[in-house]
């Protein structure tokens, strides 16, 4: 039964989720809509690296977003690491 009290856990509902991938080895790279998307996903994978997307999320952006908060459902965002060696 988790404690919601528990430090840990109230640090852990603190850490935004890039801040998790980025704890997890990930690099976030951009953020795309398809065809744009795809083309990124499959190159990323051919030069060996490990994909993965994300929602994506207005509030956790820097750039101008106005444009794709309009439709975020169209976009990703692309966070890229070294395959593990299993």
Request: with cysteine.
């Amino acid at each position: 039964m988790l404690d919601e009290n528990d430090p840990h856990l109230k640090e852990l509902n603190k850490i935004t989720p890039a801040e998790r991938l980025s704890s997890e080895g990930w690099k976030k790279q951009a953020t795309y809509d398809d065809p744009r998307l795809t083309e990124m996903v499959e190159m990323y994978q051919e030069i060996g690296l490990e994909v993965h997307l994300e929602p994506f999320d207005a509030e956790n952006e820097k750039d101008c977003t106005t444009c794709m908060a309009s439709m975020p459902d169209l976009y990703k965002t692309i966070y890229t690491r070294p395959r593990s060696e299993d």
